[in-house]
């Protein structure tokens, strides 16, 4: 059984910086590909970062790159989220996700491709 925990959320005023941390277990943690998504209140979920199974592959859309950053650590089985320079519209839940990685295609950034999932953690941005 997968089991997944979250943390590092919280209240931080704009220009302030959080860093959020996965940890996995139940799944090889080297074999999965492993995503960062948002959902604010009456908007969709959307994806924030992801990461490939080796780390060298990163994707950021164009709303979080150079603020945000994302890494993983194989040898403890965790995915982190730096995010620096937040703004009030970073305000959201999120989420790390996770899904086996497959070598011949792409990075995947649409929730539905995630099979799992950790439980959220807020994140609120104060202006």
């Known amino acids: 059984q997968v089991k997944v925990v979250e943390s590092g959320g919280g209240l931080v005023q704009a220009g302030g910086s959080l860093r959020l941390s996965c940890a996995f277990s139940?799944?090889?943690?080297?074999?999965?590909?492993m995503g960062w998504f948002r959902q604010a209140p009456g908007k969709e979920r959307e994806v924030v970062s992801c990461?490939?199974?080796?780390?060298?592959?990163?994707y950021y859309p164009a709303s979080v790159k150079g603020r945000f950053t994302i890494s993983r650590d194989n040898a403890q089985n965790t995915v982190s989220l730096q995010m620096d320079s937040l703004q009030p519209e970073d305000t959201a839940m999120y989420y790390c996700?996770?899904?086996?990685?497959?070598?011949?295609?792409?990075?995947?950034?649409?929730?539905?491709?995630?099979?799992?999932w950790g439980q959220g953690t807020q994140v609120t941005v104060s202006s």
């Open positions: 990461i490939g199974a080796s780390g060298q592959k990163t």
């Open positions: 996700a996770a899904v086996r990685e497959k070598w011949w295609e792409p990075l995947h950034f649409l929730p539905n491709d995630y099979t799992y």
């Open positions: 139940g799944l090889n943690f080297g074999e999965h590909e």
